[in-house]
Every structure is written in C-alpha cells, then in structure tokens.
C-alpha cells in the first residue's frame, strides 16, 4: 500500500503497466479491474492523483464531475443501463481502500447485495 505520491494508477496512467483501457478523456481514464467482483468491473480515476474523496476540495469541482458523468457514459456503453449497476468509492482503512488515487468501481451485469460487507 501507498499514500500520496504515485501508485500502480499512476502506473497505469502512463502506460507503464498494461491494463485494458475501455474510456480516456482529458481528464478520466477507465480500465477493467484485475480482480473482478462482477460479470463487469470497472475502475474510473481522475488522471490527478488525488488520494481519496476525503482529499478532494472544492479545486477539484470539475474532475468529480467529470468522474461521475464518465461512470454513467461507460455503463451505457457497456450495456448495464437496463439491469442497473452500483458505483463505489472505498476511502481509508474501514472503507477498505488499497490503492490510494481516487476511484470509482462501477460494478455490474448480476444482483449486488446490501449492505455491503
Ligand atoms: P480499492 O480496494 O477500492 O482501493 O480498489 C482497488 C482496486 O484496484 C481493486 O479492485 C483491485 O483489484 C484493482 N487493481 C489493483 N491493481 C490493478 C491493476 N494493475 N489493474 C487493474 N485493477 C487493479
């Protein structure tokens, strides 16, 4: 685990590690989970690298956005709209966090139970 600095997003960012890219905008960047929880599982990130929600400030107004409308544009596109899906961001140790660049999951294509875990 890593707080602050860079991380294996980061990584994934500048193409040092290969991951399976299905959305990039300026701002965004989205990418199958390597450890799918779902038929499909998906990790959307800001390119910035801030750590977690808890990090974010009223500087970051646009690329939260960005991030949300991003997470409804990928679902769309694959095909999740009509079942539903869940969108998830896990923040420090009890959110269970363990990549520490700000992401969503967006989890989908089978029933989800709740509460969660
Ligand atoms: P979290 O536990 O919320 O911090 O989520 C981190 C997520 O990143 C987990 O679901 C991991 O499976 C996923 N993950 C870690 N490394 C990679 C990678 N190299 N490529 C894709 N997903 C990854």
Redesign the pocket.
């Known amino acids: 685990m890593s707080h602050g600095g860079d991380t294996?997003?980061g990584k994934?960012i500048r193409r040092e590690?290969p991951?399976t890219i299905v959305y990039e905008t300026e701002s965004v960047l989205a990418?199958?989970?390597?450890?799918p929880?779902a038929p499909t599982?998906i990790?959307v990130i800001p390119k910035e690298p801030i750590v977690s929600l808890a990090h974010s400030t009223p500087e970051h107004r646009g690329v939260l956005g960005d991030l949300m409308l991003a997470v409804a544009e990928i679902a769309r596109q694959e095909g999740l709209e009509d079942g539903g899906y869940r969108v998830?961001?896990?923040i420090g140790r009890h959110?269970?966090?363990?990549?520490?660049h700000l992401?969503l999951?967006l989890l989908g294509g089978r029933d989800l139970s709740w509460p969660p875990g």
């Open positions: 294996i997003f994934i590690i991951a990418f199958r989970d390597i450890a929880q599982h990790v998830v961001t896990n959110g269970g966090q363990t990549v520490f992401h999951h």
